[in-house]
Structure formats: structure tokens, C-alpha cells
């Protein structure tokens, strides 16, 4: 019984993938929500255990969310791979912003990263091109709109995150 939790965590994984079968929409909706959460709270945690309080998470994950909508809505690029083009360019954006700031350290770290974060909400919220404040809507949403794919790309995140 040396492997009983990769046998457990396992089993997990194989129920978690079968929920579309057995859930209605509202509930894998709702599961879609919490897997992101999690994503978040993940992302957030690692900084944390650096002993460095970051708010400034939120601002690249914004970053990736309207490079991917951009991408859909202005170049018709497959959402898959405009999730991973924002993805990359969140990367890239934090890389830079984390040569920089990472070497501040407690409230001044925090404070830093908490403008950063407003600093993209306001560039975003006042481009046209992104829909200012209104923002825009996309007609056809990631697997048109099925939530069981939705909810397996999701859980598949997940996933890669805890790993």
C-alpha cells in the first residue's frame, strides 16, 4: 500500500472527469467557477509561501483574459490557441513587471503590486479597441458554449496547476 494517494488521487481525477455525464448544466457551470477560483488561489498561495503578498494577480489574469478575447474577436484565432496567446503574453508581462518588483519586499511589495493591478484596469477600461467599460461580447464563446468541454479545459488547468 506504498502508492495508496496516486491510486486515491487517481480515483479522484477519473470521477471529477466523469461529472459532465451525471451534472446538469448549472452545476458544471458552477464547478467551472470553482476551478478557476482554485487556479487563483493556487497562483496566489505559491507567492505566499515566498513570504511576499501580492495583489497583483488579478491584473495578469486580466491581461490574459482580454489578449485571449482580443485575439477571438478581432483575428478569429481558434480560443484555444488565443487562450494560450494570452496566457504566454501574461507570462511575459509578469516576467518583466517581476524583474522589477520582486525585489521589494513586504508592504512596499504589496503596495507595488496592488497599483500594477489598477494600473491595467484603467489602460483596459479606457482603450476603445477592448470596449472600455462596457467591454464587448464575443459571439461564439470556447466549444460554443458546451459546458462539459468547457468544464474538462478547466479541469485540465486545474490540474496542471496542482502538478
Same mark, same amino acid.
Given at each position: 500500500?506504498?502508492?495508496?494517494?496516486?491510486?486515491?488521487?487517481?480515483?479522484?481525477?477519473?470521477?471529477?472527469?466523469?461529472?459532465?455525464? /451525471?451534472?446538469? %448544466?448549472?452545476?458544471?457551470?458552477?464547478?467551472?467557477?470553482?476551478? %478557476?477560483?482554485?487556479?487563483?488561489?493556487?497562483?496566489?498561495?505559491?507567492?505566499? *509561501?515566498?513570504?511576499?503578498?501580492?495583489?497583483?494577480?488579478? =491584473?495578469?489574469?486580466?491581461? =490574459?483574459?482580454?489578449?485571449?478575447?482580443?485575439?477571438?474577436?478581432?483575428?478569429?484565432?481558434?480560443?484555444?490557441?488565443?487562450?494560450?496567446?494570452?496566457?504566454?503574453?501574461?507570462?511575459?508581462?509578469?516576467?518583466?513587471?517581476?524583474?522589477?518588483?520582486?525585489?521589494?519586499?513586504?508592504?512596499?511589495?504589496?503596495?507595488?503590486?496592488?497599483?500594477? =493591478?489598477?494600473? /491595467? *484596469?484603467?489602460? %483596459?477600461?479606457?482603450?476603445? /479597441?477592448?470596449?472600455?467599460?462596457?467591454?464587448?461580447?464575443?459571439?461564439?464563446?470556447?466549444?460554443? =458554449?458546451?459546458?462539459?468541454?468547457?468544464?474538462?479545459?478547466?479541469?485540465?488547468?486545474?490540474?496542471?496547476?496542482? %502538478?
Amino acid at each position: 500500500m506504498k502508492y495508496w494517494k496516486y491510486l486515491a488521487g487517481i480515483v479522484l481525477l477519473l470521477a471529477a472527469i466523469s461529472l459532465p455525464k /451525471f451534472l446538469g %448544466i448549472y452545476y458544471l457551470q458552477i464547478l467551472n467557477i470553482v476551478l %478557476i477560483y482554485a487556479v487563483f488561489a493556487l497562483s496566489w498561495d505559491m507567492l505566499m *509561501r515566498s513570504g511576499q503578498l501580492s495583489f497583483g494577480i488579478a =491584473g495578469f489574469a486580466g491581461i =490574459g483574459g482580454y489578449v485571449s478575447v482580443l485575439c477571438s474577436y478581432y483575428f478569429s484565432i481558434n480560443p484555444l490557441l488565443s487562450i494560450l496567446a494570452g496566457s504566454v503574453l501574461a507570462a511575459l508581462v509578469a516576467v518583466l513587471v517581476g524583474a522589477a518588483v520582486l525585489r521589494l519586499r513586504l508592504l512596499y511589495f504589496a503596495i507595488v503590486t496592488l497599483a500594477i =493591478g489598477e494600473m /491595467f *484596469r484603467i489602460v %483596459i477600461r479606457n482603450l476603445e /479597441f477592448t470596449g472600455g467599460a462596457e467591454g464587448m461580447i464575443l459571439k461564439n464563446a470556447i466549444f460554443n =458554449g458546451d459546458a462539459a468541454s468547457t468544464y474538462w479545459l478547466s479541469l485540465a488547468i486545474g490540474v496542471l496547476t496542482i %502538478i
